[in-house]
């Protein structure tokens, strides 16, 4: 046996105990979708929810930061860049945590940590607080969502794996709507201080965690084929040809893994896919509600119940790429939702109407929110369970650095340059465009292929 399969392996003294957990069991029968699956899969959701309201959130205050602390448009963008930088190791730290002390433990931890953290952005007296209060949170937020996909991935049968990481990742609308309706009836009336500390009620949800998911199956394995092998060559024993292989690949660290012959093109697909995923998000995640209010005079009442509206609608696009993704294709599914969104989105970037502006933004919300399921399932499940959290880690952290570090400077330069944010928004759907390229001709297709057919 040259990989874990999850459902078929023999229980090994690792394992053992995992095995008098109800939960555990279902988790690792991936023939069936049981009340497990459902609790695994709705704490995700939850998470990303909440990650979607968390980031929303604070895009929708950008008017009201720019005003209170008196800062620029640059220099704005410059804490921004450093919240985020700052944040990176996050990404990396805590799923790089999860391969070596398993994916439940650390999800709950890391809930607990990043919502307890809100209250103190919320009570930041100061800029430079505030910025160092955002950074404590981003270094434990980067690593959540993570997390979340690893045991979802891990844990749901092959044939629905992308269909239920999308809906999960669609979550994340429902959150961007709680914000619009946070800014609505809190920020718009009460300040950002009141909207910012809402969030801390998520740690309850570490709770539900710890009590109703099991540990993953897959790295459970993973841990028992280690000491099996361990305990061979402590005896003598000449280890087969597969063990030999993968322990030769599993002493390596983590980085330098992905750079090995036989992962190298999946490292490199994975990155592009996330890096372009990033440029995108920021533009819009940093920038829009500037724009509606700056450039087309929406008071934060109006952008705020925009952005209820818009993460609904886009809720449909997640929905949509997760049953295409499933039943005829990853690429397809991408390539869908990518046109969808650049056509829109170009048309919205292009009208001052009014009602147009409502009418393409809902639009282009379903491809530009739609493409994001395909795109997570392709970097949960690309690597072999060894480093699967390391490597989604590694990732997403120079993703991280280039669209939310690196490219501001495109996009804030542009606005400098010709005093409006539209420029900055037409390059997005340029960035769709070579998105769609690049995964028609260099993404597998992994549909309906285990975690186990996928890393051979």
Same mark, same amino acid.
């Given at each position: 046996?040259?990989?874990?399969?999850?459902?078929?392996?023999?229980?090994?003294?690792?394992?053992?105990?995992?095995?008098?957990?109800?939960?555990?069991?279902?988790?690792?029968?991936?023939?069936?979708?049981?009340?497990?699956?459902?609790?695994?899969?709705?704490?995700?959701?939850?998470?990303?929810?909440?990650?979607?309201?968390?980031?929303?959130?604070?895009?929708?205050?950008?008017?009201?930061?720019?005003?209170?602390?008196?800062?620029?448009?640059?220099?704005?963008?410059?804490?921004?860049?450093?919240?985020?930088?700052?944040? @990176?190791?996050?990404? &990396?730290? #805590?799923? /790089?945590?999860?391969?070596?002390? +398993?994916?439940?433990? %650390? *999800? $709950?931890?890391?809930?607990?940590?990043?919502?307890?953290?809100?209250?103190?952005?919320?009570?930041?007296?100061?800029?430079?607080?505030?910025?160092?209060?955002?950074?404590?949170?981003?270094?434990?937020?980067?690593?959540?969502?993570?997390?979340?996909?690893?045991?979802?991935?891990?844990?749901?049968?092959?044939?629905?794996?992308?269909?239920?990481?999308?809906?999960?990742?669609?979550?994340?609308?429902?959150?961007?709507?709680?914000?619009?309706?946070?800014?609505?009836? @809190?920020?718009?009336? &009460?300040? #950002?201080? /009141?909207?910012?500390?809402?969030? +801390?009620?998520?740690? %309850? *949800? $570490?709770?539900?965690?710890?009590?109703?998911?099991?540990?993953?199956?897959?790295?459970?394995?993973?841990?028992?084929?280690?000491?099996?092998?361990?305990?061979?060559?402590?005896?003598?024993?000449?280890?087969?040809?597969?063990?030999?292989?993968?322990?030769?690949?599993?002493?390596?660290?983590?980085?330098?893994?992905?750079?090995?012959?036989?992962?190298?093109?999946?490292?490199?697909?994975?990155?592009?896919?996330?890096?372009?995923?990033?440029?995108?998000?920021?533009?819009?995640?940093?920038?829009?509600?500037?724009?509606?209010?700056?450039?087309?005079?929406?008071?934060?009442?109006?952008?705020?119940?925009?952005?209820?509206?818009?993460?609904?609608?886009?809720?449909?696009?997640?929905?949509?790429?997760?049953?295409?993704?499933?039943?005829?294709?990853?690429?397809?599914?991408?390539?869908?939702?990518?046109?969808?969104?650049?056509?829109?989105?170009?048309?919205?970037?292009?009208?001052?109407?009014?009602?147009?502006?409502?009418?393409?933004?809902?639009?282009?919300?379903?491809?530009?929110?739609?493409?994001?399921?395909?795109?997570?399932?392709?970097?949960?499940?690309?690597?072999?369970?060894?480093?699967?959290?390391?490597?989604?880690?590694?990732?997403?952290?120079?993703?991280?650095?280039?669209?939310?570090?690196?490219?501001?400077?495109?996009?804030?330069?542009?606005?400098?340059?010709?005093?409006?944010?539209?420029?900055?928004?037409?390059?997005?759907?340029?960035?769709?465009?070579?998105?769609?390229?690049?995964?028609?001709?260099?993404?597998?297709?992994?549909?309906?292929?285990?975690?186990?057919?996928?890393?051979?």
């Amino acid at each position: 046996m040259s990989t874990t399969t999850a459902g078929n392996a023999a229980v090994g003294p690792f394992e053992a105990p995992y095995m008098q957990s109800e939960a555990y069991r279902n988790a690792r029968d991936q023939s069936r979708v049981t009340k497990t699956h459902y609790h695994i899969a709705t704490a995700n959701g939850l998470g990303w929810a909440f990650d979607g309201m968390d980031g929303i959130l604070f895009g929708l205050a950008v008017p009201f930061f720019l005003k209170e602390f008196q800062v620029t448009i640059p220099e704005w963008r410059s804490a921004g860049q450093i919240i985020l930088l700052l944040g @990176i190791p996050g990404i &990396y730290f #805590w799923p /790089w945590l999860a391969d070596k002390f +398993g994916r439940r433990t %650390l *999800l $709950a931890i890391n809930i607990a940590m990043f919502s307890l953290m809100m209250p103190l952005v919320a009570i930041s007296p100061t800029f430079t607080t505030f910025i160092i209060a955002r950074i404590l949170v981003g270094f434990a937020l980067n690593g959540e969502w993570a997390l979340g996909s690893l045991l979802v991935a891990e844990t749901w049968p092959a044939h629905l794996r992308g269909r239920i990481l999308s809906i999960n990742r669609g979550t994340w609308c429902f959150g961007t709507a709680t914000a619009g309706v946070i800014t609505t009836f @809190i920020m718009a009336e &009460y300040g #950002w201080r /009141w909207a910012i500390a809402v969030p +801390g009620l998520i740690a %309850l *949800l $570490a709770v539900y965690v710890r009590a109703k998911c099991p540990e993953s199956p897959y790295w459970v394995q993973t841990q028992d084929r280690k000491l099996r092998i361990a305990a061979e060559k402590a005896a003598g024993k000449t280890l087969s040809d597969a063990d030999a292989n993968w322990q030769k690949k599993a002493d390596k660290l983590a980085v330098s893994q992905l750079f090995a012959p036989d992962l190298r093109r999946a490292t490199f697909v994975a990155m592009f896919v996330a890096c372009c995923s990033t440029a995108i998000y920021g533009t819009v995640g940093g920038w829009m509600a500037y724009y509606l209010n700056a450039e087309m005079k929406w008071p934060a009442s109006e952008y705020g119940a925009f952005y209820t509206a818009w993460g609904l609608v886009g809720f449909l696009g997640l929905v949509a790429s997760g049953w295409i993704a499933d039943r005829i294709g990853r690429r397809l599914a991408f390539i869908a939702m990518l046109v969808e969104g650049a056509i829109f989105i170009a048309l919205w970037a292009s009208t001052r109407d009014h009602t147009m502006l409502w009418v393409y933004g809902l639009l282009w919300s379903i491809g530009f929110l739609g493409f994001w399921g395909p795109s997570m399932t392709i970097t949960a499940e690309v690597f072999p369970t060894r480093i699967r959290g390391a490597a989604n880690g590694v990732v997403w952290a120079v993703a991280w650095l280039v669209g939310f570090v690196l490219w501001p400077f495109v996009t804030v330069w542009l606005q400098q340059t010709t005093g409006s944010f539209y420029a900055s928004f037409m390059t997005i759907p340029a960035l769709m465009v070579m998105m769609g390229i690049g995964v028609w001709f260099f993404v597998p297709e992994h549909g309906g292929k285990t975690l186990d057919e996928i890393s051979l």
